[in-house]
C-alpha cells in the first residue's frame, strides 16, 4: 500500500511537470493566445517562485525571432499600425516585457493587462506615454517591478553620463504627435564591464541589465536582457538581439559586441561602442499597483 501510494504521488508530480511543460515542443512563440493562456495558468501551479518562473519564461523563447520596433498602440491609436502585443517576435524591450508580464499573470486577461501596466507609464495606454527612454521611462516607472541597483554597486567614484531627452521632439519626428513636454537632463550612473564581471555573483534570476552603449560622446542605453542562472551556477544573459533570442555567457556576449565593433570599423561605419551596464534588481515581492484611469479622447481640431 505505502508503494502505491509513493508510486501515485510519483506520478502525480510528473504529470504536474509535463502539464506545464505543454503543448510538447512548442516554445511560446510558436503557441496561440489560447495556448499560451492555459500555459500560464500551468506554470504558475507548476513553479511559485517567481524568479525561476521568469527564468523558465524566458527561456520557453530561446529561438524567437528578433525584429526591432514591432509594437505600438494599434488600434487604439492610429499614430501607425504596430499592434501592442507579439509572440511571434520581440525585440529586447519587448521579449524582457512579455516574459516579465507572463511570470507575473495566470492567464492571457492578466497578461495583457500587466503587459501594458508595464510599457506605459501608470498603465495609461498611448504613445505619449509610454516607457520610451529606458533611463528616465521605463525604468522608474517600473520602480514597482525592478530597483535600479547600479549606483549601490558602482560606488560613489564609479563612473556615470549626461542624459538629454527632449520627448516632444521626439514624439514629433518618430510618431507623429503632438505634445509639450520640457526637456529633461540627468546624469546617469553605470557600471564598466570589469565592475559587472566582479559583481555578477550577486545577480539572480530575473534581475534586469541594460547595456549602455556610446556614439561620438553620446551616452545611452541601447540593449536590455535578463539574468539567468546556468545549472552549473554561471550568470548568464538571456536576450532578445539580432537573429533570435537566446541565452549566452557573458564572455560571449563581450565577443559579439567586439566582432560588431570590428565589423563596423572594418566598413568605417560610425557604430556605437559598448561602454558599460546599469544594473536593475527585480523586487521582492512584486506588488503590481492598479493603473490609472484610461484618459478619453479628444477630437481633433477642426473636426
Same mark, same amino acid.
Given at each position: 500500500?505505502?508503494?502505491?501510494?509513493?508510486?501515485?504521488?510519483?506520478?502525480?508530480?510528473?504529470?504536474?511537470?509535463?502539464?506545464?511543460?505543454?503543448?510538447?515542443?512548442?516554445?511560446?512563440?510558436?503557441?496561440? #493566445?489560447?495556448?499560451?493562456?492555459?500555459?500560464?495558468?500551468?506554470?504558475?501551479?507548476?513553479?511559485?517562485?517567481?524568479?525561476?518562473?521568469?527564468?523558465?519564461?524566458? +527561456?520557453?523563447?530561446?529561438?524567437? #525571432?528578433?525584429?526591432? %520596433?514591432?509594437?505600438?498602440?494599434?488600434?487604439?491609436?492610429?499614430?501607425?499600425?504596430? #499592434?501592442?502585443?507579439?509572440?511571434?517576435?520581440?525585440?529586447?524591450?519587448?521579449?524582457?516585457?512579455?516574459?516579465?508580464?507572463?511570470?507575473?499573470? +495566470?492567464?492571457?486577461?492578466?497578461?495583457?493587462?500587466?503587459?501594458?501596466?508595464?510599457?506605459?507609464?501608470?498603465?495609461?495606454?498611448?504613445?505619449?506615454?509610454?516607457?520610451?527612454?529606458?533611463?528616465?521611462?521605463?525604468?522608474? %516607472?517600473?520602480?514597482?517591478?525592478?530597483?535600479?541597483?547600479?549606483?549601490?554597486?558602482?560606488?560613489?567614484?564609479?563612473?556615470?553620463?549626461?542624459?538629454?531627452?527632449?520627448?516632444? +521632439?521626439?514624439?514629433?519626428?518618430?510618431?507623429?504627435?503632438?505634445?509639450?513636454?520640457?526637456?529633461?537632463?540627468? +546624469?546617469?550612473?553605470?557600471?564598466?564591464?570589469?565592475?559587472?564581471?566582479?559583481?555578477?555573483?550577486?545577480?539572480?534570476?530575473?534581475?534586469?541589465? %541594460?547595456?549602455?552603449?556610446?556614439?561620438?560622446?553620446?551616452?545611452?542605453?541601447?540593449?536590455?536582457?535578463?539574468?539567468?542562472?546556468?545549472?552549473?551556477?554561471?550568470?548568464?544573459?538571456?536576450?532578445?538581439?539580432?537573429?533570435?533570442?537566446?541565452?549566452?555567457?557573458?564572455?560571449?556576449?563581450?565577443?559579439?559586441?567586439?566582432?560588431?565593433?570590428?565589423?563596423?570599423?572594418?566598413?568605417?561605419? %560610425?557604430?556605437?561602442?559598448?561602454?558599460?551596464?546599469?544594473?536593475?534588481?527585480?523586487?521582492?515581492?512584486?506588488?503590481?499597483?492598479?493603473?490609472?484611469?484610461?484618459?478619453?479622447?479628444?477630437?481633433?481640431?477642426?473636426?
Amino acid at each position: 500500500m505505502r508503494l502505491a501510494s509513493i508510486l501515485f504521488i510519483a506520478a502525480l508530480c510528473c504529470a504536474s511537470a509535463a502539464v506545464a511543460d505543454a503543448p510538447p515542443g512548442k516554445q511560446i512563440y510558436q503557441m496561440t #493566445p489560447q495556448e499560451v493562456d492555459a500555459y500560464l495558468g500551468r506554470m504558475h501551479e507548476a513553479e511559485p517562485a517567481l524568479r525561476k518562473r521568469i527564468a523558465a519564461i524566458g +527561456r520557453r523563447n530561446i529561438g524567437q #525571432p528578433y525584429k526591432l %520596433n514591432l509594437l505600438g498602440e494599434f488600434p487604439y491609436q492610429l499614430h501607425d499600425t504596430l #499592434p501592442m502585443f507579439s509572440l511571434e517576435k520581440s525585440d529586447c524591450t519587448v521579449f524582457a516585457e512579455h516574459t516579465y508580464a507572463m511570470a507575473l499573470s +495566470r492567464s492571457w486577461d492578466q497578461f495583457f493587462w500587466t503587459l501594458q501596466r508595464i510599457r506605459y507609464k501608470d498603465g495609461v495606454i498611448g504613445v505619449a506615454s509610454r516607457n520610451h527612454y529606458t533611463e528616465v521611462d521605463w525604468n522608474p %516607472n517600473n520602480a514597482w517591478l525592478v530597483t535600479d541597483i547600479t549606483s549601490q554597486l558602482a560606488g560613489p567614484d564609479g563612473p556615470s553620463y549626461e542624459l538629454t531627452v527632449d520627448r516632444t +521632439r521626439f514624439l514629433k519626428t518618430v510618431h507623429h504627435t503632438d505634445s509639450a513636454i520640457p526637456v529633461q537632463v540627468t +546624469r546617469q550612473p553605470y557600471l564598466t564591464g570589469d565592475r559587472l564581471l566582479q559583481v555578477l555573483p550577486q545577480l539572480q534570476d530575473g534581475d534586469m541589465v %541594460n547595456v549602455v552603449s556610446v556614439r561620438d560622446g553620446v551616452y545611452g542605453v541601447s540593449h536590455v536582457g535578463l539574468i539567468v542562472i546556468a545549472p552549473n551556477g554561471r550568470r548568464n544573459f538571456l536576450n532578445s538581439a539580432e537573429p533570435q533570442v537566446r541565452e549566452e555567457s557573458f564572455d560571449a556576449f563581450f565577443a559579439r559586441y567586439a566582432e560588431r565593433e570590428a565589423r563596423n570599423l572594418r566598413a568605417q561605419r %560610425n557604430g556605437l561602442k559598448l561602454a558599460g551596464f546599469k544594473l536593475l534588481r527585480l523586487n521582492e515581492p512584486v506588488v503590481v499597483p492598479p493603473a490609472l484611469a484610461q484618459w478619453r479622447p479628444v477630437a481633433a481640431s477642426g473636426r
